[in-house]
């Protein structure tokens, strides 16, 4: 699905109210709907028997609100509204939403930060409605404002929280909360969904995000262009490779897996097997000879076999056997426990000067180009994915200082001529040319040692089967998401282990494929 940026929105809607006469009181009456739907959706009892509190502002989202408590009150919920800001800076659309509430016998009350009756009020809540700032809010909410306050009220109310078109104090455009941001359980954002709702910590202030169709005509949603989207099942679903009913084992792709060190024989065995799982053909798995015995003891549908090594880790004269045995495959992976050291960096950059064949980096692999980003530029009109957590991405120069997720895995895609997964949560898939997907699977219990790894097989499995680089990355991530999601559903995100990912994986392409 895009995702779109405030100053899109801004546009549509004005496309919408000048270009195609459609009054903006009709696109803020449909907005209500769908916030007062949300509302009565999380009522624990009756409406008769709850009561709920909009906190609006004096903008249109504010008018959002003022009209969403008029259709609660009408459905018998006792609420109040309060008005955080001025009244002499509130809307044509916000002052009429204002007399349709007041004909219905409920007035929109100032709000008073030092009123502890609107404290209690809003703290006694079964319901809140968050409408104090649209998509527009560019600077942070200033400590000791009403703004503040009403942000502050809401969080620590336990009542459920409903957030109109974008969480308080979330970025529309990046996901980073400026100062401090509402916690809401749902939010219902309007005609599409924003890019803060899907990155950063915006992700998780929005809660479940609902899109609501207010009237935006379809044609001007379908022929906006957004550099970033949501990846879907649909997407995955043409990711995956299709199986030829007469193939054999070398139709579905040869993968050479280069990896291991001693003590780090999980790494490398993780990725061959998640690699198999989904569906390659022939995997090889290359480890320092001193890991080699592990290995072959592990491995039941790889190939594992024994290369030169120092100190448990492999040596520069790796190169050679390496090299050869990758000219016969189609994708290689390097990185899974590999290890740090002099000689695991001088073998790292020889080999990424010389595959010819798509590479995915990972772990360590990716230290490797610290001071040597050179090497990546080099291959620019080759394809390397590289996967990389926060970590490993401050280490080869990625900038994540600006609190924007997305623009910085862009910004290095497109410096470096490569595919970037920034690991994390809502994981990100860059390209060279700008755009990005974002993966909207996945759970805690894969923030544990060893989930990288399999992300790893997944990805330069696709890559071998004949995935375009794109589809291999992010519907890899999407898949290892998935897979992580069933594993939790049967272990909790507890008692999960990357194993146990590696084996929801099959439950997950066949949810794909139905």
Not at 210 to 229: F, K
Not at 247 to 267: E, R
Not at 442 to 452: F, H, I, P, T, Y
Request: aromatic share 4%; proline share 5%.
């Amino acid at each position: 699905m895009k995702l779109t940026t405030a100053a899109q929105m801004k546009e549509l809607d004005h496309q919408a109210i000048e270009k195609r006469n459609i009054p903006s009181i009709d696109l803020m009456e449909r907005a209500a709907e769908g916030v007062a739907q949300a509302a009565l959706d999380l009522l624990p009892r009756r409406p008769g028997r709850c009561r709920g509190a909009a906190l609006c502002g004096a903008g249109n989202n504010g008018g959002d609100g003022i009209a969403a408590a008029r259709l609660l009150f009408l459905k018998g919920l006792k609420i109040r509204a309060f008005l955080v800001g001025n009244y002499e800076k509130m809307t044509s659309d916000a002052l009429e939403e204002t007399r349709r509430l007041s004909e219905c016998g409920v007035e929109l009350e100032r709000f008073d930060p030092m009123d502890q009756g609107q404290r209690a009020w809003v703290m006694g809540c079964d319901v809140a409605i968050d409408a104090l700032f649209g998509v527009g809010l560019s600077r942070p909410i200033a400590d000791g404002s009403p703004f503040a306050a009403a942000v502050d009220w809401m969080n620590e109310s336990r009542c459920a929280l409903v957030a109109a078109d974008i969480a308080s104090g979330v970025a529309a455009d990046t996901g980073d909360v400026l100062g401090r941001a509402v916690r809401a359980d749902r939010t219902v954002t309007f005609t599409l969904p924003k890019i803060g709702q899907a990155v950063g910590e915006g992700a998780v202030r929005s809660g479940a995000v609902e899109v609501r169709d207010i009237g935006i005509p379809a044609d001007l949603v379908q022929d906006l262009v957004c550099r970033a989207q949501t990846v879907e099942r649909d997407f995955v679903r043409i990711a995956l490779p299709p199986r030829k009913i007469d193939g054999h084992k070398g139709t579905f792709g040869k993968v050479l897996i280069v990896g291991g060190a001693m003590g780090y024989t999980g790494a490398p065995y993780l990725t061959a097997a998640a690699a198999v799982r989904t569906g390659c053909g022939l995997v090889s798995l290359g480890v320092p000879a001193a890991i080699w015995p592990v290995e072959a003891a592990k491995c039941v549908s790889a190939m594992p076999f024994p290369l030169p090594d120092k100190h448990g880790k492999l040596s520069p004269k790796a190169k050679e056997e390496i090299l050869r045995r990758a000219a016969g495959c189609d994708a290689v992976a390097i990185g899974p426990g590999l290890g740090r050291g002099s000689g695991v960096t001088e073998l790292v950059l020889d080999l990424l000067r010389e595959i010819r064949q798509p590479v995915v980096l990972d772990a360590d692999g990716i230290n490797a180009l610290a001071g040597h980003m050179d090497v990546l530029d080099a291959r620019r009109e080759r394809i390397t994915v590289l996967t990389p957590h926060d970590g490993e991405f401050a280490r080869i120069g990625g900038d994540l200082s600006a609190g924007d997720r997305l623009g910085a895995t862009r910004a290095f895609a497109a410096a470096h001529g490569c595919i970037l997964v920034l690991k994390g949560h809502r994981t990100i898939t860059a390209v060279p040319s700008g755009n990005a997907l974002v993966n909207t699977t996945g759970n805690s219990g894969l923030a544990k040692g060893g989930s990288g790894d399999v992300l790893t097989g997944v990805i330069v499995s696709l890559l071998a089967q004949g995935a375009s680089p794109v589809q291999a990355a992010a519907g890899g991530v999407w898949l290892h998401g998935r897979a992580g999601d069933l594993a939790a559903e049967q272990l909790t995100a507890y008692g999960m282990t990357p194993e146990d990912v590696i084996a929801s994986l099959p439950a997950a392409i066949r949810e794909v494929l139905s």
